[in-house]
């Protein structure tokens, strides 16, 4: 399935039905009074999260939606029938805002969510409303209210507790494919996620947690460059951060240089993901290159207090101790009580 994570749709609540203006007409009855109904209400925009779905690429190619327009009122004191509601179903985690001023208008994170986006406009009221004992045949009903209309960007922001950071190439699809059921691309060249990936991860007493995996992530993301500007908000939402680290292109590539260089592209682009806790994960220890590169990074990232953990994707190496300190992050449970 494609993955579509912004659309731009135009929505209308639907307009409301107009009043009626009817008298009665029976035999016998020479003066029969005022008998129209009233207008039916027009239909609300509802926004509805979706639990089985994960992008908007249904939204992609229906950018003009309407609810329905409440019927016209008839005579004999029958009111017209509601418009229709539109029920839009969007993934948890889906930010709607207005696309000309940007304002937020609804932030849906939780499942079954529902908002009114939009109300229907008031259905007219009919001539038998108006009747007094001063004005026994009113020869006028009230038009119905207009409904109300938008356009609206709508923005996906992946609900994952762990976010994989790291430049391309460094093993990030290796590592999700490892520690839970995701399947993505797995190729020896840049750029082979072109979409954020979700893996579950289960874990011990019956817990488990999500990890979302994004494109690399080059210098000058959070201006444009690459693939990551894209996806640097699917992480926005995760609680903990894992910042993947190759060692084996040592001297062509600096894992330090790559490691600080990230971390001020994620502050480039909010400030608020610099503060998330980063957990340090040296990948493909399998290699001899790396198991040899290791000791000389190691005392940079104990200076500043980061643990580093080793492991290998391919090998499962390390893997335990790692999930192990995810979870500590996550739930903060006394290592006795696993």
């Avoid at 190439?169 to 520690?179: A, H, L």
């Avoid at 894992?242 to 062509?252: E, G, T």
Wanted: proline fraction near 7%; aromatic fraction near 8%; include cysteine.
């Amino acid at each position: 399935m494609q993955f579509i994570d912004e659309v731009k749709i135009h929505v209308e609540s639907g307009h409301g039905g107009a009043g009626c203006v009817s008298f009665r007409r029976e035999k016998f009855i020479p003066y029969g009074g005022p008998n129209g109904g009233d207008g039916g209400k027009g239909g609300d925009v509802v926004i509805e999260v979706d639990p089985n779905l994960s992008t908007l690429l249904d939204l992609r190619y229906r950018p003009h939606l309407k609810a329905g327009k409440g019927k016209n009122g008839m005579g004999s004191d029958r009111h017209g029938a509601n418009g229709d509601d539109l029920e839009i179903r969007v993934p948890a985690g889906t930010l709607i805002r207005d696309a000309e001023s940007g304002e937020v208008l609804a932030d849906l994170t939780e499942q079954g969510q529902t908002m009114v986006l939009l109300k229907g406009g008031r259905g007219g009221q009919g001539n038998a409303r108006f009747a007094t004992s001063t004005n026994r045949a009113p020869k006028f009903a009230q038009p119905g209210e207009p409904g109300e209309e938008r356009w609206l960007r709508l923005e996906l922001k992946l609900m994952a507790d762990v976010g994989l950071l790291g430049f391309p190439n460094v093993g990030k699809s290796s590592f999700i494919t490892r520690i839970s059921a995701a399947r993505p691309k797995i190729a020896d060249y840049p750029f082979t996620t072109l979409k954020p990936n979700l893996g579950v991860v289960p874990y011990k007493n019956y817990r488990s947690f999500v990890v979302a995996d994004i494109p690399g992530i080059i210098e000058g993301a959070a201006e444009g460059a690459g693939l990551g500007h894209r996806f640097l908000k699917h992480v926005e939402r995760t609680n903990v951060l894992l910042h993947i680290l190759d060692l084996s292109w040592i001297p062509d590539r600096d894992p330090i240089r790559e490691f600080e260089t990230l971390n001020r592209e994620l502050a480039l682009f909010s400030p608020e993901l610099v503060e998330k806790r980063q957990i340090v994960v040296v990948n493909k220890l399998d290699l001899p290159t790396v198991r040899e590169n290791l000791p000389k990074v190691l005392p940079w990232f104990e200076e500043r207090g980061l643990a580093v953990f080793p492991i290998s994707a391919a090998t499962g190496e390390g893997i335990a101790p790692l999930l192990d300190e995810i979870a500590r992050n996550l739930w903060g449970i006394a290592e006795e009580e696993w």
